[in-house]
């Protein structure tokens, strides 16, 4: 048998051609000479099959899964190597080198290829929402009967900063689009509802409040012929704080801790702790603030009775012993507060506001 491109005789053949000459000829991988790849000059969401995926990677590494994701490898490779390399851009074109390594019929075998790939940079949807100041959803943060305090504002913002960070790595449109300080309150323009919604529940995890949202139809997707609404969501801060006193159901009590779902209360006659649900928030009242807590003197002490000076009328007065004013001993300054004419100890201490 004779070897068509040599001529030599060989007593195996491939192809008609002996191995040498086969060898010389035979790819070891291949690929298209011009690639090219569509990616949001922004964010470098790729588009691919019709839709925009992944972001944030740098254009090199995009280049080199766009070339690794072209390559195939020819079938008698065996424990092929490839290196890739980026020679020179050229505006939006990458010329780029991949250097093969294999082993062919036993043979080691290295190869080198130039192609070159084109970065065609647009924007993508999300990102020229964001452009033009597009909004799903306002938050709007307000409070009950009174104005946000400072810190309150402070914890809201820092919250919803936090959470957009964390958010924005799976969801393009956890941003922030406008942050407004109007008289009643702020109001938060946030890109997506889904997300508002989980920041508005971040916010009451801490804070507390109650929210309503309203949605208003704002027209029709031009594309999809979808109904568009953006929702405005309310978050109500509670009139009292932690530590102040309220009366609900004819009780009365100091305000330990809230959260979403509910406000935890200390009842100052029974000292029991219970909970207050979100939804009888209009049936509580706000009696007195923790800043009109007041010292006065313990003057005598039975097992049943603790007599105090009344703060402001330096009157005797007798309050019912509880096993919680055990500690307390004649001659001590002890915390009462005044609610509805009625003076009440309070022995735990009180946390300090920033
Ligand atoms: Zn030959
Ligand atoms: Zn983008």
């Known amino acids: 048998m004779f070897c068509h491109q040599c001529g030599s005789t060989a007593s195996q053949q491939w192809e008609g051609l002996c191995k040498n000459c086969f060898l010389k000829q035979y790819p070891?991988?291949?690929?298209?000479?011009?690639?090219?790849?569509?990616?949001?000059?922004?964010?470098?969401?790729?588009?691919?099959?019709?839709?925009?995926?992944?972001?944030?990677?740098?254009?090199?590494?995009?280049?080199?899964?766009?070339?690794?994701?072209?390559?195939?490898?020819?079938?008698?490779?065996?424990?092929?190597?490839?290196?890739?390399?980026i020679l020179q851009m050229r505006g939006s074109i990458a010329e780029c080198m991949i250097i093969a390594r294999g082993k062919v019929l036993g043979e080691e075998l290295t190869q080198e290829y130039e192609t070159s790939l084109r970065l065609d940079k647009t924007v993508c949807p999300d990102c020229s929402k964001f452009a033009a100041g597009y909004y799903e959803s306002v938050i709007q943060l307000r409070a009950d009967s009174r104005s946000l305090y400072p810190e309150e504002i402070g914890q809201a913002d820092e919250i919803i900063k936090e959470n957009l960070n964390r958010l924005q790595e799976k969801n393009r449109m956890a941003y922030l689009s406008q942050r407004i300080k109007i008289k009643e309150g702020i109001d938060y323009y946030i890109g997506s509802q889904k997300v508002a919604r989980k920041l508005v529940h971040k916010i009451r995890e801490i804070l507390g409040g109650f929210s309503q949202e309203s949605p208003r139809l704002m027209g029709q997707d031009k594309s999809s012929g979808k109904d568009l609404y953006r929702t405005w969501i309310s978050l109500r801060l509670p009139e009292f704080s932690i530590d102040d006193f309220i009366s609900f159901k004819d009780r009365f009590a100091q305000v330990k801790s809230l959260d979403s779902r509910k406000i935890v209360v200390k009842d100052v006659s029974s000292l029991e702790k219970f909970s207050i649900p979100w939804k009888d928030y209009p049936a509580i009242e706000k009696l007195a603030s923790f800043k009109d807590i007041q010292k006065t003197t313990l003057t005598a002490k039975t097992p049943k009775l603790i007599q105090l000076l009344h703060p402001t009328t330096y009157e005797t007065i007798e309050v019912q012993s509880k096993p919680d004013f055990e500690e307390l001993d004649i001659g001590d300054q002890v915390k009462v507060i005044d609610l509805k004419g009625k003076i009440y100890i309070i022995v735990e201490k009180n946390r300090k506001r920033s």
């Open 28 to 85: 070891l991988l291949s690929l298209e000479a011009d690639l090219q790849v569509n990616i949001c000059s922004n964010c470098h969401a790729q588009f691919q099959e019709g839709k925009w995926i992944g972001e944030g990677l740098p254009e090199e590494e995009i280049i080199y899964q766009t070339l690794e994701k072209n390559i195939k490898v020819s079938s008698l490779v065996e424990d092929p190597e490839i290196d890739l390399e």
